[in-house]
T-cell receptor, first 116, second 113 residues
Framework: AQKITQTQPGMFVQEKEAVTLDCTYDTSDQSYGLFWYKQPSSGEMIFLIYQGSYDEQNATEGRYSLNFQKARKSANLVISASQLGDSAMYFCAMREMDTGRRALTFGSGTRLQVQP | DAGVIQSPRHEVTEMGQEVTLRCKPISGHNSLFWYRQTMMRGLELLIYFNNNVPIDDSGMPEDRFSAKMPNASFSTLKIQPSEPRDSAVYFC???????????FGPGTRLTVL
């Protein structure tokens, strides 16, 4: 079974609008972390935001926020006030911590295109 | 800080040749990860080290792949012999202990002809 599912291969958004990128996950661990990374066309992986499974509040980092719904096992990324520079691939990832395993499991990614 | 450093950035080689990819993690980070990215399989873990010790190498495709971390500031991923299906972008990442983010290097784009 897929541990991280990103159902939107591609998304379009108008500049200055908000967009939500979906991510659902599957784990039996009680302690885990959820991450979002951005990969622009240049290829580097840029960390955006982190949410711990025990965090009460949704994580926010500038224009990025993570809509964490634990019961639904979803961790959607919300980008507010989209900019042209937000056009990139976005990956959701999970680290399962109960076993002490530190590696990330990635979803298949969503390609976001911001239109002027 | 310089970030995670990988070399070479691009490598083109012929099938059967040995390829060595190099990584210098961020100073003070005690975990190092090698990932591979392909169109077909996405991003997948190959191996990771904690305090220079290999912890999980279940993602290493086969015996042709080997990785070492002789000290806290250097790691190599070697493919011998290389095959066209090894063509991919190979990322190295590092992190501190605990539930912190991983910082990725710029990647090595490997093409095996």
């Amino acid at each position: 079974a897929q541990k991280i599912t990103q159902t939107q291969p591609g998304m379009f958004v108008q500049e200055k609008e908000a967009v939500t990128l979906d991510c659902t996950y599957d784990t039996s661990d009680q302690s885990y972390g959820l991450f979002w990374y951005k990969q622009p066309s240049s290829g580097e992986m840029i960390f955006l935001i982190y949410q711990g499974s025990y965090d009460e509040q949704n994580a926010t980092e500038g224009r990025y926020s993570l809509n964490f719904q634990k019961a639904r096992k979803s961790a959607n990324l919300v980008i507010s006030a989209s900019q042209l520079g937000d056009s990139a691939m976005y990956f959701c990832a999970m680290r399962e911590m109960d076993t002490g395993r530190r590696a990330l499991t990635f979803g298949s990614g969503t390609r976001l295109q911001v239109q002027p | 800080d310089a970030g995670v450093i990988q070399s070479p950035r691009h490598e083109v080689t012929e099938m059967g040749q040995e390829v060595t990819l190099r990584c210098k993690p961020i100073s003070g980070h005690n975990s190092l990860f090698w990932y591979r990215q392909t169109m077909m399989r996405g991003l997948e873990l190959l191996i990771y080290f904690n305090n220079n010790v290999p912890i999980d190498d279940s993602g290493m495709p086969e015996d042709r792949f080997s990785a070492k971390m002789p000290n806290a500031s250097f790691s190599t991923l070697k493919i011998q012999p290389s095959e066209p299906r090894d063509s991919a972008v190979y990322f190295c990442a590092s992190s501190k202990g605990g539930p912190t983010e991983q910082f990725f290097g710029p990647g090595t784009r490997l093409t095996v002809l």
